[in-house]
């Protein structure tokens, strides 16, 4: 299946090129990683490479801050690794929003009202989706 994928991926140019990109970017987050402190290596991840400028991905403006202090060294880094960036650009991802759901609300039962409830449902027929629904209703009922 694999080399499936990938003599698909090397048939079209658009493709191939697509892919060289990517081997490419990959190599360069990996020089990034060994050049970064350790709280800093989740924080950053390469986001793109055009026209020798690198531009990397930062967490949050505090790693983003940090990330700019110390671009001359990252130069120099990469340089060293045999890649031709001239200049670095960092840039701030939006943190991800967790979906938002309204809190559940706790509702409460009476004793009172489980028993009335119970009840009820016990004079309604065996089969009827009602006396069914209100047994359900009298056991999951918090007190």
């Known amino acids: 299946m694999a080399r499936l994928l990938h003599r698909f991926l090397t048939r079209g140019d658009a493709l191939a090129h697509l892919q060289d990109h990517v081997v490419r970017l990959r190599r360069l987050q990996s ?20 026209d020798g400028t690198l531009v990397i991905s930062a967490r949050g403006a505090a790693a983003a801050v940090r990330l700019k202090q110390m671009l001359p060294s990252l130069v120099e880094h990469f340089a060293r690794a045999g890649h031709a960036v001239q200049s670095i650009r960092v840039k701030v991802a939006q ?28 004079s309604l027929p065996a089969d009827a989706p009602l006396r069914e629904a209100l047994e359900r209703l009298v056991r999951r009922g918090r007190d």
């Open 31 to 50: 020089v990034l990683e060994t050049a970064l402190p350790s709280p800093l290596t989740g924080q950053c991840q390469v986001a793109n490479l055009k």
């Open 95 to 122: 943190p991800e929003q967790p979906e938002w759901r309204r809190p559940s609300t706790e509702r409460h039962m009476s004793a009172d009202a489980k028993a009335s409830l119970s009840v009820f449902a016990q």
